[in-house]
């Protein structure tokens, strides 16, 4: 499978801990996505990278979650000390900056949680 | 603050009926609009886009209708089936801003045979 893969695709977890995501792009992608879509409503963007270089973070994005994409490849989305209010479906997707910069390929979401 | 608008919020079609999803958006830099499904518990797939130099766009039984001067698009399924029965959202992005999409809040489509 060439798409776009996410793990874990189901997270539970108490408040106040701590968790981490991961998205692995379409290979050939050197732009990454994570948006947040909470029930019954479209995807919000959180945050984008080019290669390893996390161009922009939404005002949603807290200082309680970090992203990473320390090679250029795979990406992690973590955030700290969960609160009840970040229980949602966590998308990623990829895109290529060259032809067709436009497309989007979304993963299938990791659906957190927070008890 | 959404910057894409997006009616109904749900909808239910007869098999072989037609579905028709609007969306409107207000900031005039927006040049790519695409539609996305998706299915209960799984990632928006992307089913079809438009950019603004075009007023129509047809790929099999669905077809996205473009008003510029409107500033409103919308997608249109022909001959439902059930396994239409998913939600779509409509979403918009530009160039300068690296593509991020805005989406609408969803429209739940529900196909009866």
């Known amino acids: 499978d060439t798409g776009v893969s996410q793990d874990p695709r189901h997270k539970i977890t108490k408040r106040g801990q701590n968790v981490t995501f991961r998205c692995d792009p379409i290979?050939?992608?050197?732009?990454l996505y994570w948006y947040r879509q909470t029930l019954g409503q479209g995807p919000e963007f959180l945050t984008y990278?080019?290669?390893?270089?996390?161009?922009?973070k939404s005002r949603l994005l807290s200082d309680r979650f970090s992203a990473e994409r320390p090679k250029g490849s795979f990406s992690t989305l973590e955030i700290q000390r969960t609160e009840q209010g970040d229980s949602a479906m966590y998308l990623c997707a990829s895109g290529n900056s060259g032809s067709r910069q436009e497309t989007q390929y979304f993963g299938p979401g990791t659906r957190l949680l927070v008890l | 603050q959404q910057q894409v608008k997006q009616s109904p919020q749900s909808l239910i079609v007869q098999k072989g009926g037609i579905s028709i999803i609007n969306c409107a958006y207000e900031?005039?830099?927006?040049?790519?609009f695409p539609w996305y499904q998706q299915f209960p518990g799984k990632g928006p797939a992307l089913l079809i886009a438009i950019r603004p130099d075009v007023s129509e766009k047809k790929e099999g039984r669905f077809t996205i209708s473009f008003n510029k001067s409107a500033k409103q698009f919308s997608l249109h399924i022909m001959d439902s089936q059930p396994g239409d029965s998913a939600t779509y959202f409509c979403a918009a992005s530009f160039r300068s801003n690296d593509y991020k999409l805005s989406f609408g809040a969803g429209t739940t489509v529900t196909v009866r045979a």
């Open positions: 900031n005039t830099a927006f040049d790519y």
């Open positions: 290979s050939e992608h050197n732009r």
């Open positions: 990278f080019q290669n390893e270089a996390q161009l922009e």
